[in-house]
């Protein structure tokens, strides 16, 4: 597909389990980021990578939270004994260096 | 985001109605985006804008970005069912690729 696509789509962990979020963005797109969206709000910025460099961490909201794009094309988001608080949606978006964001469908994670 | 207000929240309209969207920054914005998002859903990519005054149209949807830099509008003409959606305005308030988004405003239409 030529869109910007996230799996797993829905992951329900218990509370303590480490998870793992994956984003495919469009081939060739040089800029990647990862926002979170609690329900009802607008997403929030979590870090941003140019090729595989991460160049802005400063939204990731503790150190249990942790993103690679070791080649510069997939990444993944990390996060280390979900809490409760962590439920949320994750959205990946990819931009070609600057403008508009192309955005996944998200994975909704649910921690329980 | 704090940062980005919008109003209104919520939007019931009649089918064939027109209706405004406003997104209000205290910090100029270094580009302004519309999106629209269905419940469950990922962003879909509607308008940018980045110059005052600028005015950019698609179907019946025209945005606005004010002279200022710091407000714009999403006008939507002659409302229909498929407009019914989340619709979010994101913005850069500092050079760069982050966005900051406002909390969106949930547009029902009613046929």
């Known amino acids: 597909g030529a869109g910007v696509s996230q799996s797993p789509r829905y992951k329900v962990a218990k509370r303590g389990q480490d998870v793992a979020l994956r984003c495919d963005p469009i081939s060739g797109h040089v800029s990647l980021f990862w926002y979170q969206q609690a329900l009802g709000q607008g997403p929030e910025f979590l870090t941003y990578?140019?090729?595989?460099?991460?160049?802005?961490k400063s939204g990731l909201p503790s150190d249990r939270f942790f993103a690679e794009r070791p080649e510069g094309s997939v990444s993944t988001l990390k996060i280390q004994r979900t809490q409760q608080e962590d439920s949320a949606v994750y959205l990946c978006a990819s931009s070609p260096q600057l403008g508009e964001q192309f955005f996944g469908p998200g994975t909704r994670l649910t921690v329980l | 985001s704090q940062e980005l207000e919008q109003s209104p929240q919520s939007l019931i309209v009649q089918e064939g109605k027109n209706l405004t969207i406003n997104c209000t920054s205290s910090?100029?914005?270094?580009?302004l985006y519309w999106y629209k998002q269905k419940y469950g859903e990922g962003l879909i990519f509607l308008m940018m804008l980045q110059k005052g005054g600028e005015e950019k149209s698609h179907e019946k949807i025209t945005a606005k970005l004010d002279e200022k830099k710091q407000q714009s509008s999403l006008h939507i003409t002659a409302s229909q069912p498929s407009h019914a959606g989340i619709y979010l305005c994101?913005?850069?308030?500092?050079?760069?690729?982050?966005?900051?988004f406002g909390a969106g405003t949930i547009l029902r239409v009613k046929s």
């Open positions: 990578f140019q090729n595989e460099a991460q160049l802005d």
């Open positions: 994101g913005a850069g308030l500092e050079y760069g690729n982050k966005l900051v």
């Open positions: 910090k100029t914005l270094y580009g």
